[in-house]
């Protein structure tokens, strides 16, 4: 039985979240077949390389991650699995990272990549090296057939949340754009999409753009620095941190700007008590979805019996609308980020509605 190099692993604290996966390009048939094929043996090892842990939306997805890839173990699908998290969070030790994993041989490796363009010679060589590779939320730009992609219409999703808050303040006002981690595909597609939207709203002034990393802390130590300098707020867009710009108001004796909820266990509880105030209260929580990192084991695991695989594959963002609040709630703690427990036969169904009406898994029944 093959085992990964387990001491090198590095594990952070679980918490309950939730993912959603997209990707563009859906209709390819150009998709990665799998370096080792088809195996219906219990023999085989799949590790997860990630650099970036600093938020709970990561959190959440590396312990969407085992969950899925511990359920397999236990069923005797794999014979082991490992975390490697990046000792400095950045793409230059995520390459080094995945070459040390590489050595050890792994059948299969799930990247949640720092980069767009840095890691894909790295990415080339562990599928030369016969491992089964998919990249998920952050994904690159590598236009081979090496990989297959798995991450979320992230455009899109910075259209729909820039054009809420713009629509909830009325077309005019001053507002701040919070962006997420810089530096990775991610950011940089959801803020073309908001940056393409609002300017469909020529009266509305963004007065300060801030970094909160999609992390609540970070983001209300930048807005503190930044709203004592402004005048009236009216609206602010961000991809995470939703708990850090209501403390951030709170403290500064601010009015609740116009907002686009994340999915976070403390948003959640934020927009109930909302509704609990005012039953007209629209809003609800829309986010990209942690389960990504199931998503793409589950992938693994169809690709581990042979199914070939699209070359991108599209899930979606997760929509909490007043009806499903307190069910998400029940299993999205303080800390958390909803997601879905993607299964096999869930991915399946999404790679068989790409283009249309993306399949969408239940909501799930117990908290991580």
Known sequence: MKTLNRSRQVVPALVA???VLATAGCGSDSGADGGSGADDSGDYT???????TG?????????GWEHAAQAAKDAGRISDFKVSVAPDGTATSQISQIQSLILESPDALNI??????????????ACDAGIDVIVFDQTTDATDDCATFLYNP?????AAIAASVAEQMGGSGNMIVVEGVVGGKPNAEILSGVEETLQGYPDIDVVSKVVGESSDSVTEKALTGVLPTLDEVGGVISWGGTSGILSAFEKADRPLPALAFDNSGESLRKLAELYGQDPDFSGGGVFTDPGQGAAAFQATMLMKEGT????????????????????????TGPGAVAQWLWTEDDVQQVIDTQGADLHEPAIPDESL
Do not use: C, H
Not at 56 to 63: C, H, N, V
Not at 113 to 125: H, M, R, W, Y
Not at 154 to 158: E, H, S, T
């Open 17 to 19: 979240t939730a993912v």
């Open 46 to 52: 799949v590790a997860l390389s990630v650099a970036f």
């Open 112 to 125: 949640d990549a720092e980069s767009p363009t840095a890691l894909n010679p790295v990415i080339k060589q």
């Open 55 to 63: 938020n709970a939306w990561r959190k959440s997805m590396i312990q």
């Open 154 to 158: 992230l455009k899109d999703y910075g």
């Open 308 to 331: 070939k695989l699209p070359k991108n594959i599209i899930t979606p963002v997760i929509n909490v609308p007043k009806d499903d609040l307190d069910a998400w709630i029940a299993v």
